[in-house]
T-cell receptor, first 117, second 114 residues
Framework: QQQVKQSPQSLIVQKGGISIINCAYE??????FPWYQQFPGKGPALLIA???DVSEKKEGRFTISFNKSAKQFSLHIMDSQPGDSATYFC?????WGRGGSQGNLIFGKGTKLSVKP | GAGVSQSPSNKVTEKGKDVELRCDPI?????LYWYRQSLGQGLEFLIY????????KSGLPSDRFSAERTGGSVSTLTIQRTQQEDSAVYLC????????????FGSGTRLTVV
Protein backbone atom coordinates (compact mmCIF):
# COMPACT_ATOMS: atom_id res chain seq x y z
CA GLN A 1 0.00 0.00 0.00
CA GLN A 2 1.58 3.22 -1.16
CA GLN A 3 0.77 5.83 1.45
CA VAL A 4 2.49 8.76 -0.28
CA LYS A 5 1.90 9.30 -4.00
CA GLN A 6 4.24 11.64 -5.85
CA SER A 7 3.95 13.17 -9.31
CA PRO A 8 5.27 13.69 -11.86
CA GLN A 9 7.96 11.02 -12.19
CA SER A 10 10.09 13.39 -14.22
CA LEU A 11 10.02 17.08 -14.97
CA ILE A 12 11.89 19.30 -17.40
CA VAL A 13 11.92 23.02 -16.75
CA GLN A 14 13.70 25.91 -18.41
CA LYS A 15 16.12 27.96 -16.37
CA GLY A 16 14.24 30.68 -14.53
CA GLY A 17 10.97 28.78 -14.61
CA ILE A 18 8.90 27.37 -11.73
CA SER A 19 9.18 23.67 -10.89
CA ILE A 20 6.16 22.14 -9.16
CA ILE A 21 6.11 18.66 -7.64
CA ASN A 22 3.00 17.26 -6.00
CA CYS A 23 2.37 14.69 -3.32
CA ALA A 24 -0.77 13.18 -1.83
CA TYR A 25 -1.05 11.17 1.33
CA GLU A 26 -3.68 8.89 2.80
CA UNK A 27 -3.01 8.68 6.52
CA UNK A 28 -4.60 11.60 8.38
CA UNK A 29 -2.34 10.87 11.35
CA UNK A 30 0.71 12.10 9.43
CA UNK A 31 2.00 15.28 11.01
CA UNK A 32 5.39 15.91 9.43
CA PHE A 33 6.01 16.45 5.72
CA PRO A 34 9.60 16.91 4.54
CA TRP A 35 11.09 17.19 1.09
CA TYR A 36 14.46 15.68 0.30
CA GLN A 37 16.83 16.49 -2.55
CA GLN A 38 19.14 13.82 -3.93
CA PHE A 39 22.03 14.29 -6.35
CA PRO A 40 23.48 11.29 -8.23
CA GLY A 41 25.72 9.17 -6.03
CA LYS A 42 24.65 10.96 -2.87
CA GLY A 43 22.14 10.25 -0.17
CA PRO A 44 18.98 12.35 0.10
CA ALA A 45 19.37 15.64 1.98
CA LEU A 46 16.62 17.41 3.87
CA LEU A 47 15.52 20.45 1.89
CA ILE A 48 12.48 21.85 3.67
CA ALA A 49 9.70 20.51 5.89
CA UNK A 50 6.25 21.54 7.06
CA UNK A 51 3.75 20.59 9.74
CA UNK A 52 -0.01 20.60 9.06
CA ASP A 53 -0.75 23.62 11.24
CA VAL A 54 0.51 25.96 8.49
CA SER A 55 -0.48 26.18 4.84
CA GLU A 56 2.80 27.39 3.44
CA LYS A 57 6.48 27.51 4.30
CA LYS A 58 9.11 29.32 2.29
CA GLU A 59 12.87 29.03 2.43
CA GLY A 60 14.66 30.99 -0.25
CA ARG A 61 13.48 29.79 -3.65
CA PHE A 62 11.79 26.71 -2.17
CA THR A 63 8.17 26.76 -0.95
CA ILE A 64 5.96 24.01 0.43
CA SER A 65 2.23 24.49 -0.01
CA PHE A 66 0.06 22.31 2.20
CA ASN A 67 -3.64 21.53 1.81
CA LYS A 68 -4.79 19.55 4.82
CA SER A 69 -8.37 19.00 3.66
CA ALA A 70 -7.21 17.62 0.32
CA LYS A 71 -4.36 15.68 1.95
CA GLN A 72 -1.94 17.14 -0.56
CA PHE A 73 1.30 19.07 -0.42
CA SER A 74 3.58 20.41 -3.08
CA LEU A 75 7.07 21.77 -3.58
CA HIS A 76 7.56 24.88 -5.67
CA ILE A 77 11.02 25.86 -6.85
CA MET A 78 11.05 29.45 -8.06
CA ASP A 79 13.61 30.73 -10.58
CA SER A 80 14.78 27.16 -11.20
CA GLN A 81 18.50 26.77 -11.89
CA PRO A 82 20.51 23.99 -13.58
CA GLY A 83 22.05 23.30 -10.17
CA ASP A 84 18.59 22.33 -8.93
CA SER A 85 18.64 19.33 -11.28
CA ALA A 86 18.24 16.38 -8.92
CA THR A 87 15.71 13.84 -7.72
CA TYR A 88 13.21 15.16 -5.19
CA PHE A 89 11.38 13.01 -2.69
CA CYS A 90 8.41 13.97 -0.58
CA UNK A 91 7.83 12.09 2.65
CA UNK A 92 5.46 11.92 5.57
CA UNK A 93 5.42 10.43 9.02
CA UNK A 94 3.00 9.98 11.88
CA UNK A 95 3.94 11.13 15.37
CA TRP A 96 6.04 8.71 17.31
CA GLY A 97 4.04 6.42 19.52
CA ARG A 98 0.67 6.81 17.81
CA GLY A 99 -0.62 3.36 16.89
CA GLY A 100 2.79 1.92 17.64
CA SER A 101 4.46 4.17 15.10
CA GLN A 102 8.18 4.74 15.34
CA GLY A 103 7.79 7.95 13.39
CA ASN A 104 9.50 6.44 10.37
CA LEU A 105 9.43 8.50 7.21
CA ILE A 106 7.37 7.11 4.34
CA PHE A 107 8.68 8.32 1.02
CA GLY A 108 7.14 9.00 -2.36
CA LYS A 109 8.78 7.43 -5.41
CA GLY A 110 10.65 10.54 -6.40
CA THR A 111 10.66 13.13 -9.19
CA LYS A 112 13.66 13.59 -11.42
CA LEU A 113 13.97 17.29 -12.19
CA SER A 114 16.06 18.56 -15.08
CA VAL A 115 16.53 22.30 -15.45
CA LYS A 116 17.66 23.25 -18.95
CA PRO A 117 20.00 26.23 -19.32
CA GLY B 1 32.07 12.04 12.55
CA ALA B 2 30.91 14.91 10.39
CA GLY B 3 28.38 12.87 8.49
CA VAL B 4 26.91 9.40 8.12
CA SER B 5 29.54 7.10 6.66
CA GLN B 6 28.67 3.95 4.74
CA SER B 7 30.96 1.26 3.41
CA PRO B 8 31.60 -0.10 0.94
CA SER B 9 30.27 2.47 -1.52
CA ASN B 10 29.88 -0.24 -4.16
CA LYS B 11 29.57 -4.00 -3.82
CA VAL B 12 29.26 -6.60 -6.55
CA THR B 13 28.48 -10.09 -5.35
CA GLU B 14 27.49 -13.40 -6.83
CA LYS B 15 23.99 -14.72 -6.33
CA GLY B 16 23.82 -16.87 -3.21
CA LYS B 17 26.68 -15.16 -1.38
CA ASP B 18 26.25 -13.25 1.90
CA VAL B 19 27.06 -9.55 2.14
CA GLU B 20 27.59 -7.12 5.01
CA LEU B 21 26.99 -3.41 4.70
CA ARG B 22 28.29 -1.01 7.31
CA CYS B 23 26.96 2.28 8.63
CA ASP B 24 28.73 4.75 10.93
CA PRO B 25 26.15 7.27 12.16
CA ILE B 26 26.87 10.81 13.25
CA UNK B 27 28.44 10.79 16.69
CA UNK B 28 25.80 11.21 19.36
CA UNK B 29 22.89 10.28 17.12
CA UNK B 30 20.84 7.67 18.91
CA UNK B 31 18.40 6.86 16.11
CA LEU B 32 19.58 4.88 13.08
CA TYR B 33 17.58 3.80 10.04
CA TRP B 34 18.21 1.59 7.04
CA TYR B 35 16.36 2.20 3.78
CA ARG B 36 16.56 0.51 0.40
CA GLN B 37 16.36 2.52 -2.81
CA SER B 38 15.47 0.60 -5.92
CA LEU B 39 15.21 2.18 -9.35
CA GLY B 40 11.88 3.96 -9.64
CA GLN B 41 10.68 2.70 -6.28
CA GLY B 42 11.59 5.47 -3.90
CA LEU B 43 12.96 4.70 -0.48
CA GLU B 44 11.74 1.60 1.29
CA PHE B 45 12.07 1.45 5.08
CA LEU B 46 13.93 -1.62 6.34
CA ILE B 47 14.80 -1.31 10.03
CA TYR B 48 15.12 1.25 12.82
CA UNK B 49 17.31 1.33 15.93
CA UNK B 50 16.78 3.68 18.86
CA UNK B 51 19.31 3.58 21.69
CA UNK B 52 19.12 0.30 23.57
CA UNK B 53 15.52 -0.41 22.63
CA UNK B 54 14.53 -3.42 20.58
CA UNK B 55 14.80 -2.52 16.88
CA UNK B 56 11.78 -2.06 14.65
CA LYS B 57 12.30 -4.76 12.03
CA SER B 58 8.92 -4.36 10.39
CA GLY B 59 10.35 -3.33 7.01
CA LEU B 60 12.75 -6.22 6.47
CA PRO B 61 11.54 -7.96 3.27
CA SER B 62 12.57 -11.50 4.24
CA ASP B 63 14.42 -13.50 6.88
CA ARG B 64 17.52 -13.29 4.69
CA PHE B 65 17.88 -9.71 5.91
CA SER B 66 19.15 -8.87 9.38
CA ALA B 67 20.83 -5.96 11.08
CA GLU B 68 22.57 -5.22 14.30
CA ARG B 69 23.87 -2.17 16.02
CA THR B 70 26.82 -2.54 18.36
CA GLY B 71 27.35 -0.22 21.30
CA GLY B 72 24.62 2.08 20.12
CA SER B 73 26.80 3.29 17.26
CA VAL B 74 27.95 1.31 14.21
CA SER B 75 25.34 -0.78 12.42
CA THR B 76 25.74 -3.69 10.03
CA LEU B 77 23.07 -4.82 7.58
CA THR B 78 23.54 -8.43 6.50
CA ILE B 79 21.90 -10.02 3.50
CA GLN B 80 22.24 -13.80 3.32
CA ARG B 81 22.01 -15.85 0.14
CA THR B 82 21.70 -12.76 -2.01
CA GLN B 83 19.26 -12.72 -4.92
CA GLN B 84 19.24 -10.52 -8.01
CA GLU B 85 16.21 -8.65 -6.69
CA ASP B 86 18.35 -7.51 -3.75
CA SER B 87 20.29 -5.26 -6.14
CA ALA B 88 19.66 -1.70 -4.95
CA VAL B 89 21.22 1.20 -3.10
CA TYR B 90 21.11 0.66 0.65
CA LEU B 91 20.93 3.91 2.57
CA CYS B 92 21.60 4.49 6.23
CA UNK B 93 20.35 7.56 8.10
CA UNK B 94 20.67 8.81 11.64
CA UNK B 95 19.01 11.45 13.76
CA UNK B 96 19.76 12.93 17.15
CA UNK B 97 16.82 11.20 18.76
CA UNK B 98 13.53 9.77 17.69
CA UNK B 99 11.89 13.07 18.49
CA UNK B 100 13.97 14.84 15.85
CA UNK B 101 12.38 14.26 12.51
CA UNK B 102 15.07 15.33 10.09
CA UNK B 103 17.28 12.43 9.06
CA UNK B 104 20.86 12.75 7.83
CA PHE B 105 21.53 10.16 5.15
CA GLY B 106 24.80 8.57 4.14
CA SER B 107 25.74 8.25 0.48
CA GLY B 108 24.65 4.63 0.41
CA THR B 109 26.06 1.29 -0.70
CA ARG B 110 25.21 0.27 -4.26
CA LEU B 111 24.75 -3.50 -4.21
CA THR B 112 24.77 -5.43 -7.46
CA VAL B 113 24.00 -9.14 -7.39
CA VAL B 114 25.15 -10.97 -10.52
Amino acid sequence: QQQVKQSPQSLIVQKGGISIINCAYENTAFDYFPWYQQFPGKGPALLIAIRPDVSEKKEGRFTISFNKSAKQFSLHIMDSQPGDSATYFCAASPPWGRGGSQGNLIFGKGTKLSVKP
Amino acid sequence: GAGVSQSPSNKVTEKGKDVELRCDPISGHTALYWYRQSLGQGLEFLIYFQGNSAPDKSGLPSDRFSAERTGGSVSTLTIQRTQQEDSAVYLCASSLTRGIRGYTFGSGTRLTVV
